[in-house]
C-alpha cells in the first residue's frame, strides 16, 4: 500500500464515513485510494468554505468527526471562516490538506504559502507527515484528537502519497476521558448555596436534553436562574427539554441582565464577552465583584459533571418538576397578510416539523424565531458560533448528510449567503432534504443597526452604498434553479406557509425567497 492508501484505511477503521472535499493535483493519490479503497463517502464542495462547513454541520450532529481534504494553503484559505466557526463550536474536525512534494517545496512554486502558519489559526492539533510510514500513525493521532472536540490538521506533502510503505500496520486512534473532577462539583455547589442571587449559563453539550435537564434540576433545588449562551453549537428544545432564555447580544442588555447576580456558574461555556468592543462598555461582562465558578473544562463529560453537582444538592428528579408552557404553547394560528420578519419566525415556529434540525444565520431577522419555538416539536437548533458569516448554507448540508432521516431546514440571512451559495449546488448533487429560507430584505441590517448606535445617523452615501444589496435585486429563485435547487419567492405570510409545507412534503432541497 501506498501513503495514500495508508492513510484512508486508517481513517476508515477509525470510523471515517465522510469525506468533504475540493481537491487539486496534489490529492490525487488520496483521491485514488478512496477509490481503491470504498468506504468513505466523497462529497463535492464548489468552494472550500462549503467543504469547512459542511463539517462543522455534520460533526455537531453526529458527534463524530468528518474528514476534509482541501488543496494546499489556498484551499485551506478559502475554508478558514468556517473552521473557525468550527473550532468555536468545540466541533470534532478531521482536517487534511495535500503539500507539495517535499523536495519541491524548496521551488517556491505559484501555489507555495505558509500551510503551518495558516493551520495553527484553527487547529487544536496539528501535524506535517514527514514520511509515508509515518502516515498511518500520524492518521490516528490525528483522529484521536478530533474526537476531543476540535480541528486536527494533517498536512500530507505529495511525494509521501504516492510513495510505497514499508510497513502497512494500521494504527489505531487513542481515545480516553477524563474523571470527573471532584472540584466542578463541591465549588459550585458552594456558590449555589451560598445565599445572594445566582445564576448558572449553560453551553456546548450542556445544551443538549440531558444536560438542560440536569441544570433545571440545580435551578429547582437552589432556586438560581438558567441562562444559555448567545451562541451555541446545537440546542435541543421542545417537549420535555426545559427551555431557557439566551444571554443577550449587545452588551448593554447583557450587563443589564448580568449584573443583579453575586454569583455566577459557568457550565460548558467561557465567561461573557462583548462580540465587540463599544466605547464605554466593557469587554468582559461579568465584574471582579462577582464570584464566579467554571466547569467542564478538558475531556470531562459536562453532562454527567451537571447530574453529579443536581445529586450532590439532593435536587428532585427532573421528572418530579413541575414546567409551565409558555403562553405560545398550544397556539396553532397563522399570520397572514404582507410578510415581515415576525410573521416569517411565526410561521416557521408553527410549521416546523418535529425531528427537525434548524440552521440559523438569519442574523437580524429571527429576532422573535427563538422564543416563538419554544413549544414547537421536538428540534435541534444550530447557531453561527464564531460569527464568520457563509456558515448556514454549508452547515445544512453536513446536518442533512448526518441525520439523513430528519428534515433540514435553514434560516439564512441573504447577504451572509451569498459567501457560500455554492452550497446549494452540492444540496442539489446530493438530493439532500434542506430547505432553504432566505430572509431576503436587500441589506445588511446588522450594519445599519451598528451605524446607528455607533451615532453615525443618518448614515452617509457610502455608508449606505455598502450596506445596501437592492441595486442590482439579487435574484435568488434564478440563483437557486440554477444550482438545480427548485425555488419561488414570497411576499406575503399566506404564501410562505403555503410552500414551506409544500417544501417539507416534497424529498430533495428547496429554496424559498421571502422577500421582506
Known sequence: MNGAEILVKTALEAGI??????????????????????????????????????????????????????????GLGNGLANLHNAKRAFTPVFNVIGEHASWHRAADAPLTMDIEALART?????????????????????????????????????????????????????????????????????????????????????????????????????GCDLLSERVFARMERGPGIPSVSRLPYF??????????????????????????GYKGMPSLLLTDSQRTFRMGGGNQDLTEALECLADSLNAPLYSALKTEPSAEAGKTDLPSGPLTADKASLVLARLQPEGAIIVDESITTAATYYPLAANAGPHSLLTITGGAIGQGMPCAVGAALACPDRPVINFQADGSAMYTLQALW???????NITTLICSNRKYNILRLELSRSGYTPPGKNALSLS?????????????????VPAVAVDTADRLAKELLKAIAEPGPHLIEMEL
Open 17 to 74: 464515513e465522510i469525506c468533504f472535499s475540493n481537491p487539486g493535483t496534489t490529492e490525487l493519490p488520496l483521491v485514488a485510494a478512496m477509490d481503491s479503497m470504498p468506504g468513505i463517502r466523497a462529497v463535492l464542495g464548489l468552494f472550500e468554505g462549503v467543504c469547512t462547513g459542511a463539517a462543522d454541520g455534520y460533526g455537531r450532529m453526529s458527534n463524530k468527526p468528518a474528514m476534509t481534504l482541501l488543496h494546499l494553503g489556498p
Open 122 to 222: 484553527v487547529s487544536g492539533w496539528q501535524c506535517t507527515c514527514d514520511s509515508a510510514d509515518s502516515l498511518s500513525k500520524n492518521t490516528a493521532d490525528a483522529i484521536a484528537a478530533a474526537m476531543r472536540g476540535q480541528i486536527s490538521t494533517l498536512i500530507v506533502p505529495n511525494d509521501f502519497q504516492w510513495t510505497e510503505c514499508s510497513d502497512t500496520t494500521i494504527s489505531v486512534p487513542q481515545s480516553s476521558s477524563e474523571e470527573i473532577d471532584k472540584a466542578a462539583i463541591d465549588e459550585p455547589a458552594k456558590l449555589l448555596r451560598a445565599g445572594g442571587k445566582a445564576l448558572l449559563i449553560v453551553g456546548g453539550k450542556a445544551l443538549r436534553k440531558a444536560g438542560l435537564q440536569a441544570a433545571a434540576r440545580i435551578r429547582a433545588a437552589t
Open 251 to 276: 452588551p448593554e442588555h447583557a450587563v443589564a441582565v448580568l449584573s443583579k447576580y453575586e454569583a455566577v456558574v459557568l457550565a460548558g461555556t467561557k465567561e461573557p464577552v462583548a462580540f465587540f
Open 426 to 432: 452540492t444540496q442539489a448533487r446530493e438530493s439532500l
Open 468 to 484: 445596501d444589496l437592492s441595486d442590482p435585486p439579487i435574484d435568488w429563485v434564478k440563483i437557486s434553479q440554477g444550482m438545480g
